[in-house]
C-alpha cells in the first residue's frame, strides 16, 4: 500500500502561524511543533522527577510533534477567530477531529493503531495530564514567541503576549510542572547567544 501520510504530514513547514500579524520572523508550523514537543518532554521529566508522577515524556513530545498536523488540512485558524464564542470553538473542534481521522485514514492498516495512540487521548489519568502539559507546552511556546518580537522591536505582539501570559499563569498555579519550567527555563528567551552561554546560566 502506497501512504501518504507522511508526505502530508511534512506540508506542516509550509503552514505559517499567527497570519493576521506582522511577524519580524515568520513562524512554521514545524518549528513551532518541534518547540512543543521538546518542552512538553521537559514538563513530564520534571513532574517524573520532582512530583512522583509516572508520565510518558517520550510520548508527550510525539503528542506535541503531531499536536497541529490537522492544520495542514484547516490551515491556521487565528485564535480571536476560533474562540470567539462557544459555537466557532466546538464546530473547529469537530472540524480538527474530522482532519486527524482523515490522516490517521492515510496509514496502512497494521500501523494505524500506533498513531492513534498518539492522536486519540487514552482514558487514563496519567495520559489525560500528559496532554494538558502538552497544552501547556503550546502555550509556552507562544509566549517565546512573543517575546522573541517584542525583544526584536515589534510592538504587534504586545496584546497577545499579555493574553498568553494569563493563560500561562492560571495553568501555574495548577500545575507546578509549568511553574518550575516558566521560574527556571522562561527568564533567558530573549537573550544573546554570547548571553545564553556565559558561565551565569550555566551549572557547574
Keep these: 500500500m502506497i501512504s501518504s501520510f507522511f508526505a502530508t504530514v511534512s506540508r506542516m513547514k509550509y503552514i505559517e502561524r499567527w497570519a493576521l500579524m506582522r511577524n519580524s520572523r ?15 518532554h521537559a514538563l513530564c521529566v520534571i513532574g517524573n522527577v520532582r512530583y512522583g508522577r509516572k508520565l510518558d515524556g517520550e510520548k508527550a513530545a510525539l503528542v506535541g510533534l ?25 464546530a473547529y473542534k469537530a472540524v480538527e477531529s474530522e482532519a486527524d481521522q482523515r490522516l490517521l485514514d492515510t496509514l496502512p492498516e497494521d500501523l494505524r493503531p500506533s498513531f492513534e495512540e498518539i492522536f486519540c487521548a487514552e482514558d487514563t489519568d496519567e495520559d489525560r495530564y ?16 512573543c517575546i522573541e518580537e517584542e525583544n526584536s522591536g515589534n510592538r504587534e505582539f504586545r496584546t497577545a503576549r499579555e493574553t498568553t501570559e ?3 499563569q492560571a495553568m501555574v498555579s495548577e500545575m507546578p510542572e509549568v511553574r518550575d519550567f516558566v ?12 548571553e545564553l552561554l556565559s558561565p551565569g546560566n550555566t551549572n557547574p
Design 183 to 194: 521560574q527556571e527555563f522562561l527568564p533567558p528567551y530573549g537573550e544573546t547567544l554570547d
Design 166 to 168: 494569563k493563560s500561562v
Design 66 to 90: 503531531y499536536h497541529d498536523c490537522s492544520e495542514i488540512i484547516t490551515g491556521d485558524m487565528p485564535t480571536p477567530v476560533k474562540y470567539a464564542n462557544s459555537g466557532i470553538r466546538d
Design 130 to 145: 500528559m496532554r494538558r502539559l502538552v497544552k501547556a507546552a503550546d502555550k509556552l511556546s507562544a509566549l517565546i514567541k
Design 26 to 40: 515568520p513562524e512554521n508550523l514545524s518549528e513551532h511543533s518541534l518547540e512543543v514537543a521538546m518542552i512538553a
